[in-house]
C-alpha cells in the first residue's frame, strides 16, 4: 500500500514563497503521476497542479499557473509544490495525490491521497 506525507506547511505573509513536499512509501513511484489539490475552509477541494511519471509534462490550474511549480525526484520518490507570490486565497489545507492514471488525476481521481498539510497566508 502506499502513502503519502506530505510537510512544509506553515504560515507565510503575502508575496511569500513556500515548498511543499509529498514523500511517498512506494517502490514504483515512478510509474505514477503525481498531484497537489487544495481545500479552503468552507469550500471544496481543487486540483492545484500535476505531473507526469517521467516530469515531462505538468498541468495546473489558473489560479496558480506563473506562480507554482510542481516537480518529483524519482529516486528520492518525492513531489514538490513550489509556492512563490503566495496570495491569502492560496490559504487553504493542501494535498498530496498519486494515480497510474495522470488524466483522472488531473480531475481528481486518485487511487491514493496524503494526509494534507495546512497553509496559511496573512499580514
Known amino acids: 500500500q502506499v502513502q503519502l506525507e506530505e510537510s512544509g506547511g506553515g504560515s507565510v505573509q503575502p508575496g511569500g514563497s513556500l515548498r511543499l513536499s509529498c514523500a511517498a512509501s512506494i517502490h514504483t513511484f515512478n510509474r505514477n503521476a503525481m498531484g497537489w489539490f487544495r481545500q479552503a475552509p468552507g469550500k471544496e477541494r481543487e486540483f492545484v497542479a500535476v505531473?507526469?511519471?517521467?516530469?515531462?509534462?505538468?498541468l495546473y490550474a489558473d489560479s496558480v499557473k506563473g506562480r507554482f511549480t510542481i516537480s518529483r525526484d524519482n529516486a528520492k520518490s518525492t513531489v514538490y509544490l513550489q509556492m512563490n507570490s503566495v496570495k491569502v486565497e492560496d490559504t487553504a489545507d493542501y494535498f498530496c495525490?498519486?494515480?497510474?492514471?495522470?488524466?483522472?488525476?488531473?480531475?481528481?481521481?486518485?487511487?491514493?491521497w496524503g494526509q494534507g498539510t495546512q497553509v496559511t497566508v496573512s499580514s
Open positions: 495525490a498519486a494515480d497510474t492514471n495522470f488524466g483522472g488525476l488531473r480531475v481528481g481521481v486518485a487511487g491514493i
Open positions: 505531473i507526469s511519471r517521467s516530469g515531462e509534462t505538468t
